[in-house]
């Protein structure tokens, strides 16, 4: 069983910057990554690091958020910089473990204001 530990949400104007970070407990994950849904809309993958730090982002994003993990402990951040108003939603943290099990954060909401 893994618990999933997210923080750094919030409300930034258009253009600020914001980190989330992520701390997973109970076993090591194979990959990290950050998914965000809007209000009416799918949830989407925003970025996922492996644990040798290979990386993969939603074109939406590229340029603008960096995702990083501490591997000793079993952390993962989500910088995010140039914030837009279409950035607004809940976002979370996923984990999956060598095992192929799948773990979800509580959410976390980012408001962007224009």
């Known amino acids: 069983q893994v618990q999933l530990v997210e923080s750094g949400g919030g409300l930034v104007q258009a253009g600020g910057s914001l980190r989330l970070s992520c701390a997973a407990s109970g076993s090591i994950a194979s990959i990290m990554g950050w998914y965000r849904q809007a209000p009416g809309k799918q949830r989407e993958l925003v970025a996922a690091?492996?644990?040798?730090?290979?990386?993969n982002y939603a074109d939406s994003v590229k340029g603008r958020f960096t995702i990083s993990r501490d591997n000793a402990k079993n952390t993962v951040f989500l910088d995010m910089n140039s914030l837009k108003s279409e950035d607004t939603a809940v976002y979370y943290c996923?984990?999956?473990?060598?095992?192929?099990?799948?773990?979800w954060g509580q959410g976390t909401q980012v408001t962007v204001s224009s």
């Open positions: 996923n984990v999956k473990t060598f095992r192929g099990n799948t773990y």
């Open positions: 690091i492996t644990i040798d730090g290979s990386t």
